[in-house]
Each structure stands twice: as C-alpha cells, then as structure tokens.
C-alpha cells in the first residue's frame, strides 16, 4: 500500500465512514432545501458499475420508502444534467405529462419547478442535486443560479473526499490486513479522552521505538 | 493553366506568392459601419443548416416545425459509437427547448437533430465525439452545443474537431459553464462560447471583453418547447447558447459568405455593449 493510501486507510478508520456518508448526503439536501426555501430537495448518486443513477436522500416532504430506486444514467433531466455537467433551472413541468409520470414513478413527488445541478469533483461527475419547488418570485436571478453552483461545488468536495474515504474503508474491510489493524488502533485512539490518549500515546512511541529496533 | 484551373488550384496554407494576391482579393462589400440592421435585418434563417446535438428533438412541436433528419449515436457491438436513425426522439426535451429557440429567431433555417444522450453515462463522451465528428463532417453552416465533458481525456480530440469545425466555415456555439469547474469545448477561441444575460430580449447579446466567456445572450426565464407539446420557462447557459445559435443563423442567412472569424467580427460590432443597436 503506498504512503497516500496508507493515510487514506487510516483516516477511513478514524472517520467510520458509512455513518458520515450518509450523514453527509442528508446535510447536502437539507441545507440546499433552506437556502432556497424551497419544498423538497433530493440527490442522485452516480452508480459508475451499473450505469444507473441512485435516489439517495431527500429532505422536505417525501416518501423515504423510494430512496435506493434507480434511474437511467442519460436520460431525462435528470440524466440530462449529468451527462452535459450542465447546471439548469425549469419551471411548469407539470406541463409535460410524460415526465411528470415518470417522475411520480421513480420519486413519488412530481415538482412543479426544479433546480438540476451536477456535482463535479475534477474531473468527474458524482451526482446530481434538484432542488424542488422553490418559492415562485418574480425574474428568477443569475445570483441564484451562482449559489446554486458554488453551493453545489462545496457538496462535492465534501462528497469526494467522503467517497474516497469509503473506498479505503471498504479495502481494508476487504483484507487490508495488517493496515487494518493500525487503522483500528487509529480509530480507537482519536476516541479516547485527552488524559487516556497522552498514556497511549506514549505506549505506542514505546512500541514504535521496539519495531524499528 | 486557365483563369478558372487557377483560381480552383489551392493555395499553400503557409504562404501567398505574390502572383496569387489577386486569388484571395474579397469582394465582399462592406459597409461604412456595421450595425445590426445591415447584418441581420429581415433574415430568417433561409439556406443555413443548423444542427442540435443535444438530447434529440420532438419534431412535430409547434414550436419547432419540421425537422429535415434525426440521427443518434449509441456504441455499436464492437465498442464504438454509431450513427444511425432516431427512431426515439427526445430522451429528456432540453433538445426541443434548443431547437424551439433557433426556429423562433430564424423561421426559415433546416433543422438537423443529433441525439447524443440516452445511452447511459458511461459511453457519453466517446458518443459526444463522434456526434460532433458527424456534425462537423456534414458541414453545417451552425452547430448548436449545450453541453460539455470535464474529462481531460477528450479534450484534445475536442480541440482538434472545433479547429476543424472553424477552418470548415461551421459555426460550433457552445454554452459556457456556470460553475468552478475546467470544462470543454466552450473555452476553445474556436468556438462561440456563451453565458447567460438576464434581460427578456431574445435579440439582446453582449460582447465579454474579459473570456473565455466571448457573449452573454438571453439565458433566463425563457419560455420554450419541451416534450409531449408542452411550453415550459427555463433558466441556464444552455439555453442563452442556443439564442446566440439563432443570431448566427440570422447573419449567415443574410451573409452566407462570413468565416466564422469574420462572423464573430460583426458579432462583436453588433453587440449590445458595443452599440451595433445604433
């Protein structure tokens, strides 16, 4: 294991990933369903092997029962978003009764109004965020549509720096063997109060010191 | 060699022999100023073949009229993209909206749809590319692009079709991007690259001094075409790119003898900010 990964290891011991990951994603639709005030906002997770995108949390009113259903990669505005990595705002889409029946099927809510923005880490594309049914004010702005993005690049930080996080934990899981075990040792330690940390500390330097010996 | 065989002979790319001076001499007539009465006054798009490659395009809206060919690109059983037929139409209806935008501006022009969305995320930038490639090879005087790939990988196959794409006479306008984030084609000089304005004037562009951005057309609360007949509102680059689509039809209707260099010229003279309203 390199010296990156090594580190990547260990702090996906420390961090206990699965919990924050989740965390994360309900944090990310409930902070962009405030700041826009808007009724309901979700996240879509790209599932890179199977081609699909994964309806992972939503925040507001909504039906929790649908999180984990999975939609095509490309195609509507969902799919429209991630594969142009372009960010767009519609308006009256109960207008379109196809989409609005597909929407319904996979989401269980049909918007009158959606913010669709990708969130891009480098050079991936990891998700797509909508916000829903935001409050009707008249002229919709670029200032709005400038938050959105910067919001949507913070998410995504966040986001890579979690997945990255979960995929050591899940190699370790998966026979990281020894570096396992130091990454056990690593998250027990960050537990521990000052007094009792400072006292393993310093066995560990003891051990350290015998090791190198 | 006759007057005709010399003047069908190519030039070198690399020099102009003093005998060939009267070979490239432009009869193109000029007015004293350029304003946008001149460049695009009672156009309607007539002659000029426009392309969508976006998310395909619902032919029989009444927004958008008729459409000449749809073709989508999917990969084949070999692993490469193919072009073949659309026999699917809109995948998502952001392909309408574009082409509802570019037939509202210019009545008259011959809409061409290229489905590049719908065949997973996957293969999305190879069946980019080769939508492009295709776009490129039929020579459209116009080639609308919404979208656009964050992978690196692309980018220089990009570069090299947007080149080809200038140097071929065909206008490739691509939106810009809104967020913080390296993303091609549109930060290509060969490209038109278009951001959004907030003004409700589908004829109103600005001229950015300060690119990669070039122009800002109308990209906010736009009423447009969408699937299954519908008329939605929208907001995005994506749509101020296809408006600026629509004012390169219109010139190029008018003037069918621009390069793309010297269309982004009057572009420039006849923007808002630059007082070619005047």
Redo the contacts between chains.
């Keep these: 294991m390199t010296e990156d990964g090594f580190r990547a290891a260990v702090a996906a011991g420390v961090i206990g990933s699965d919990e924050a990951y989740g965390s994360l994603l309900r944090s990310i639709v409930e902070v962009a369903r405030a700041i826009f005030g808007a009724q309901r906002s979700s996240i879509f997770l790209?599932d890179?092997e199977a081609?699909e995108l994964v309806f992972e949390a939503v925040a507001g009113e909504a039906e929790q029962g649908l999180v984990g259903s999975r939609l095509?990669?490309?195609?509507?505005?969902v799919?429209?978003t991630?594969?142009?990595?372009?960010?767009?705002?519609?308006?009256?889409?109960t207008?379109?009764?196809?989409?609005a029946r597909e929407v319904a099927e996979k989401t269980g809510y049909v918007p009158k109004g959606l913010m669709s923005?990708?969130l891009?880490f480098?050079?991936?594309?990891l998700s797509v965020l909508q916000v829903l049914d935001r409050p009707q004010r008249p002229?919709?702005?670029?200032q709005e549509?400038?938050l959105l993005?910067?919001f949507?690049?913070q998410a995504a930080i966040a986001l890579d720096l979690l997945q990255r996080s979960r995929r050591a934990k899940a190699a370790l899981d998966t026979g990281g063997g020894d570096v396992a075990v130091v990454a056990r040792v690593a998250a027990a330690l960050d537990e521990l109060v000052e007094g009792d940390r400072a006292k393993a500390l310093r066995l560990l330097e003891a051990l350290e010191d015998v090791l190198r010996q | 060699m006759s007057e005709a065989d010399e003047a069908a002979r190519p030039l070198p790319a690399w020099s102009l022999p003093a005998d060939a001076i009267d070979r490239i001499r432009l009869t193109f007539e000029w007015p004293d100023r350029v304003t946008r009465a001149w460049a695009l006054e009672g156009a309607t798009g007539k002659d000029v073949r426009v392309c969508v490659l976006d998310s395909g395009v619902e032919a029989d809206h009444p927004k958008v009229g008729a459409i000449s060919d749809a073709v989508a690109v999917s990969i084949g059983d070999d692993g490469e993209p193919i072009v073949g037929p659309d026999e699917e139409g809109d995948s998502c209806g952001h392909g309408t909206g574009c082409a509802g935008i570019i037939r509202g501006l210019a009545p008259d022009c011959e809409l061409v749809s290229v489905r590049v969305l719908g065949a997973g995320f996957t293969g999305s930038g190879p069946i980019l590319l080769a939508g492009l490639r295709w776009a490129v090879e039929q020579g459209f005087d116009v080639i609308n692009m919404s979208l656009s790939t964050t992978k690196r990988q692309f980018a220089e196959v990009l570069h090299e079709l947007a080149d080809t794409a200038y140097f071929k006479r065909s206008i490739l306008v691509a939106s810009a991007h809104n967020m913080p984030v390296e993303s091609y084609p549109w930060r290509f000089s060969s490209v038109i690259s278009v951001g959004s304005h907030a003004e409700p004037d589908s004829l109103a562009f600005y001229y950015n001094p300060d690119p990669p951005v070039e122009f800002f057309a109308r990209g906010v609360d736009v009423e447009l075409a969408w699937t299954g007949g519908s008329m939605i509102r929208a907001t995005g680059n994506s749509f101020a790119t296809p408006h600026m689509s629509g004012i390169c039809t219109l010139v190029l209707s008018k003037h069918p003898d621009l390069t793309p260099f010297q269309l982004k010229s009057v572009l420039h003279l006849i923007a808002d900010n630059v007082g070619g309203r005047g």
């Design positions: 790209y890179e081609d095509p990669s490309s195609t509507g505005i799919g429209w991630l594969v142009s990595r372009q960010p767009l705002v519609i308006e009256d889409l207008q379109d009764p196809r989409h923005v990708p891009l480098d050079e991936r594309a002229g919709f702005s670029l549509m400038e993005g910067l949507a690049n």
